[in-house]
């Protein structure tokens, strides 16, 4: 059984910074570990993905040049760095995880709600204009 906890969320304005982190207990290298994001009143979205080995590292065409995902090799945990924040990533964040790729190509992405069976609680960021 994997258990994910988000920790890192918080109330910033717009511009601002804040990184999330996942603390993955009974991890396995190849579990591939997605960032999903909800805004009230909306559908839950695919942000970031990574394998928990901190290779092939994705992030949503909307949110590249803004989100970095990486792995904290030190502690275990999978970070989401956020800069340039603006009102609309208002949303709960949410980790998530599943054993190997997501698609036939070997990747992780975080795409399909679907694709993952594991999920964390949430930590909300609130962004301020």
């Known amino acids: 059984q994997v258990q994910l906890v988000e920790s890192g969320g918080g109330s910033v304005q717009a511009g601002g910074s804040l990184r999330l982190s996942c603390a993955v207990s009974g991890y396995y290298s190849r579990y591939c570990m997605g960032w999903f994001r909800q805004a009230p009143g909306k559908e839950r979205e695919g942000v970031a993905g990574?394998?928990?080995?901190?290779?092939?590292?994705y992030v949503a065409d909307s949110m590249k040049g803004r989100f970095t995902i990486s792995r904290d090799n030190a502690n275990y945990r999978i970070n989401l760095q956020m800069i340039a924040l603006k009102p609309e990533d208002t949303a709960m964040y949410y980790c998530?995880?599943?054993?190997?790729?997501?698609?036939?190509?070997?990747?992780?992405?975080?795409?399909?709600?679907?694709?993952?069976?594991?999920w964390g609680q949430g930590t909300q960021v609130t962004v301020s204009s």
């Open positions: 998530a995880a599943r054993r190997g790729a997501t698609d036939s190509g070997g990747r992780c992405r975080a795409e399909s709600l679907s694709d993952f069976y594991w």
């Open positions: 990574i394998y928990f080995d901190g290779t092939s590292a």
